[in-house]
């Protein structure tokens, strides 16, 4: 008796770790600042988003070289992600898991940025809240 007392207690809190991280269906981060954008995703479909935020942050963090960087999305003015995963030749590492995404800066110049491709990118949209994984997107354009 004592033993299905404390797997039924084990269970209970398994499946309540399960659940935690996440947030209920619909409901997406609040980020510090709003920021407006456009968003296509890889079937060419737009929305027009408040409050867009990459994995909650206003920031757009991957790997350039061997660095880890963190662009403000005040510097950015559009983001065009590659239609393939990153493949790495004889002479480097294969990048598994990782986009190669595209940054145009407000200055007019860009460089190229390795993301997971797994991260999620959240918005509200006339339709409702949005998100998105960063491997289902085309390109993000910010307002001015």
Do not use: C
Not at 91 to 96: A, D, L
Not at 97 to 110: A, C, E, I, Q, W
Not at 135 to 141: F, S
């Amino acid at each position: 008796m004592k033993n299905i007392v404390v797997r039924g207690l084990l269970t209970i809190a398994a499946l309540a770790f399960l659940g935690m991280g996440t947030n209920p269906p619909g409901e997406i981060p609040s980020p510090k600042k709003d920021y407006r954008a456009t968003i296509i995703d890889s079937d060419g479909v737009k929305f027009e988003v408040t409050q867009i935020s990459f994995h909650g942050e206003i920031f757009l963090d991957g790997r350039r070289g061997k660095a880890l960087i963190a662009i403000p999305f005040d510097k950015i003015s559009r983001l065009d992600f590659s239609a393939q995963e990153r493949k790495g030749d004889a002479s480097e590492e294969v990048e598994t898991g990782y986009l190669n995404v595209s940054v145009r800066f407000k200055d007019k110049s860009s460089t190229d940025v390795l993301v997971r491709k797994a991260l999620k990118w959240y918005g509200k949209s006339r339709l409702g809240n949005l998100t998105i994984k960063t491997e289902d997107l085309k390109a993000i354009e910010f307002s001015p």
